[in-house]
């Protein structure tokens, strides 16, 4: 009886042991979308503007996800939570939004309102900034969201329909950014946007430095060659525990008939050479985000993303939490 009674207990020992933590994730993936306790970001989404499947794409790298769409298939942002004061902001307002704003309530504290403290825009292209729509009276009609915006992108939003409905309902309240100057938020957080080059159409496009706590991260969805900006990658990626980077392309192979001067990202295997110098820790920080859905990076199993990995890069996925 007393050996029966041992083995219940062991028995009991391991169930426990394998039951998943509860305990507050830590720049690790939280899949279960556990309530976040600690200021953290959350990767909300790592696709290309235009997402995947793409519109009319008849290659390889789209069969079956029209008929069969992934829920790791979602376009770029990223999820800021401050737990202690219960505030959840987002970066970029994409077509995903409604998915993006469900996940980020549940990495919060569930039941609560699905409403963002704020919203703030990288720049006018369709993946960055189109998701304010579902803002209006046709869909949540929310009330006096604050967005930060660029001086152009404000000016964009203000003046052409029906993004300008949006601010006569006062669905949203827009809050004009400047070059380099911070945001300060609750929780000691600052968010700090900087011009990068990029195609500028119908506003600047700015890359974005947010502070937590205890750590600070660098958000560059979308600029052009790494050579062309005034800043040194290098030394920004440095200065950082996250570097989430553009990698629309692994390479030149991906852009087919198109002209490649028209869409000058700085191609995954051009960063292999731009950080070959770092140290192995601060390759670590680099997290290559905004696929195109030709990029062999969306296939984890995929020999490219082998590379990445091999060496000492990250690569972006839903669901992944990172301490501030």
């Given at each position: 009886?007393r050996?029966?009674?041992?083995f219940?207990f062991?028995?009991f020992?391991?169930?426990?042991?394998?039951?998943?933590s509860?305990?507050?994730?830590?720049?690790?993936?939280?899949?279960?979308?556990?309530?976040?306790?600690?200021?953290?970001?959350?990767?909300?989404?790592?696709?290309?503007d235009a997402?995947?499947?793409?519109?009319?794409?008849?290659?390889?790298c789209?069969?079956?996800?029209?008929?069969?769409p992934?829920?790791?298939?979602?376009?770029?942002?990223?999820?800021?939570?401050d737990?202690?004061?219960?505030?959840t902001?987002l970066?970029?307002?994409?077509?995903?939004?409604?998915?993006q704003?469900?996940?980020?309530t549940?990495?919060?504290h569930?039941?609560?309102?699905?409403?963002?403290?704020?919203?703030?825009?990288?720049?006018a292209?369709?993946?960055?900034?189109?998701?304010?729509?579902?803002?209006?009276?046709?869909a949540?009609?929310?009330q006096n969201?604050?967005?930060?915006?660029?001086?152009r992108?404000?000016?964009?939003l203000?003046?052409?329909?029906?993004?300008?409905q949006l601010?006569?309902l006062?669905?949203?309240?827009?809050h004009?950014?400047?070059n380099?100057?911070?945001?300060?938020l609750?929780?000691h957080?600052?968010?700090?946007?900087?011009?990068?080059?990029?195609?500028?159409?119908?506003?600047?496009t700015?890359?974005?430095?947010?502070?937590?706590?205890?750590?600070?991260?660098?958000?560059?969805?979308?600029i052009?060659?790494w050579?062309?900006?005034?800043?040194?990658?290098?030394?920004?990626?440095?200065?950082?525990?996250?570097?989430?980077l553009d990698?629309?392309?692994y390479?030149?192979?991906?852009?087919?008939?198109?002209?490649i001067?028209?869409?000058?990202?700085?191609?995954?295997?051009?960063?292999?050479?731009?950080?070959?110098?770092?140290?192995?820790?601060?390759k670590h920080k680099?997290?290559f985000?905004?696929?195109n859905?030709t990029n062999?990076?969306?296939?984890?199993e995929s020999?490219e993303?082998r590379?990445?990995?091999?060496?000492?890069?990250?690569?972006?996925?839903i669901?992944?939490?990172?301490?501030?």
């Amino acid at each position: 009886m007393r050996k029966y009674h041992l083995f219940l207990f062991l028995l009991f020992l391991v169930s426990c042991a394998e039951r998943p933590s509860t305990e507050n994730p830590s720049d690790e993936n939280n899949p279960a979308g556990l309530p976040i306790e600690n200021t953290s970001l959350i990767v909300l989404g790592t696709v290309q503007d235009a997402g995947s499947p793409h519109i009319a794409c008849t290659r390889e790298c789209c069969a079956g996800l029209f008929e069969n769409p992934s829920a790791q298939r979602q376009v770029v942002s990223l999820g800021l939570i401050d737990a202690e004061h219960r505030k959840t902001y987002l970066f970029d307002a994409t077509p995903d939004i409604a998915r993006q704003m469900k996940r980020l309530t549940q990495y919060g504290h569930r039941g609560e309102r699905e409403l963002s403290d704020g919203i703030f825009l990288t720049h006018a292209h369709i993946g960055h900034y189109t998701g304010l729509m579902y803002l209006g009276k046709e869909a949540m009609n929310a009330q006096n969201t604050p967005v930060y915006a660029m001086p152009r992108m404000k000016e964009f939003l203000e003046g052409n329909g029906p993004w300008d409905q949006l601010v006569s309902l006062n669905n949203i309240r827009l809050h004009e950014l400047q070059n380099e100057e911070p945001v300060t938020l609750p929780g000691h957080i600052e968010v700090t946007p900087f011009l990068v080059p990029h195609r500028n159409e119908y506003s600047e496009t700015v890359g974005f430095r947010i502070k937590g706590p205890t750590k600070t991260a660098l958000f560059i969805p979308d600029i052009n060659k790494w050579a062309v900006w005034d800043k040194d990658i290098v030394e920004e990626v440095r200065k950082v525990d996250y570097a989430f980077l553009d990698a629309t392309f692994y390479s030149g192979k991906e852009i087919g008939h198109r002209d490649i001067s028209q869409i000058p990202h700085p191609f995954v295997i051009e960063s292999f050479e731009t950080f070959e110098g770092l140290s192995a820790t601060d390759k670590h920080k680099v997290v290559f985000i905004h696929f195109n859905h030709t990029n062999p990076l969306l296939n984890p199993e995929s020999e490219e993303a082998r590379m990445v990995i091999e060496k000492g890069f990250r690569i972006a996925t839903i669901g992944e939490v990172f301490a501030l």
